[in-house]
């Protein structure tokens, strides 16, 4: 790894996001995190902006990535609300939407121009076992993620040329505060419909997250990587 590349990490205030900022941080990245709150862990350069508007989140880089060349972008930011889609209130379905897949897609968007000038890049975009599963109750969360996934694996075939893998890390349910309002029920049936049926930590998956950053992972792309198995 050549010291101080430069990371971008969305959800950067709390949870995965958090954990990945932290994780990077201490293996020498440049690590820059994006949230609404404008928090990340020390040593970590935060952002406040809203991934789900393209404006403001082009406004809010402009100045901190002057002269900065960007090696990977993580979209970790993701909610969610554990309800049937009969009963979810509009307003929330578009919430989800709006940070899950549209802000995966913006903050795409705008680091694809860097990458594609300069020729490298990494693009790790967050789904959820969830989506293979078919969870009762997830179907709005499922709906986002599913187009996260959908939409990874096109962008990867037009990043090819420019040597910027895209890929879409899929985990089963993890301690963080996404699934807090999950009931013990549901997190069971994921994890027993799990080829390996453990729950798994956040240090798990930076490790894979780490691994899809390295130069070891330059043959890898478009791929979905169910943690668990499924």
């Known amino acids: 790894m050549t010291p ?25 990245y440049n690590v820059i995190g994006l949230s609404r709150s404008g928090r990340a862990p020390d040593q970590v350069q935060a952002i406040a902006c809203d991934v ?10 402009k100045q901190p990535l002057k002269d900065k ?3 990977g972008l993580i979209n970790a930011a993701g909610i969610a609300s554990m309800n049937l889609a009969i009963s979810t209130p509009p307003k ?9 897949l549209i802000g995966t897609i913006n903050t795409c968007i705008l680091f694809s121009k860097r990458f594609a000038r300069n020729k490298c890049g990494r693009i790790i975009n967050f789904s959820t076992i969830a989506v293979p599963i078919s969870l009762k109750g997830e179907s709005i969360y499922i ?34 505060d996404l699934i807090s309002n999950v009931p013990v029920k549901s997190i069971e049936q994921i994890i027993n419909n799990q ?19 390295s130069e070891q992972s330059s043959m890898l792309s478009g791929q979905v990587f169910n943690v668990g198995g499924v």
């Not at 798990?204 to 899809?212: A, F, K, N, V």
């Open 52 to 61: 789900g508007d393209y404006s403001d989140l082009k406004k809010a880089l």
């Open 92 to 100: 929330t379905v578009e919430k989800i939407i709006r940070t899950n």
């Open 195 to 213: 080829i390996l049926p453990s729950q798994f930590t956040k240090e798990d998956i930076s490790i894979l997250t780490e691994y899809l950053l």
């Open 143 to 176: 709906a986002s993620k599913a187009g996260v996934e959908g939409f990874s694996r096109s962008f990867a075939r037009e990043m090819a040329d420019f040597n910027t893998t895209v890929n879409i890390i899929s985990p089963g349910p993890i301690e963080t």
């Open 69 to 71: 060349t960007v090696y």
């Open 4 to 28: 101080k590349q430069t990371i971008i990490v969305t959800g950067s205030s709390r949870g995965l996001g958090e954990h990945i900022c932290s994780s990077l941080s201490q293996r020498g």
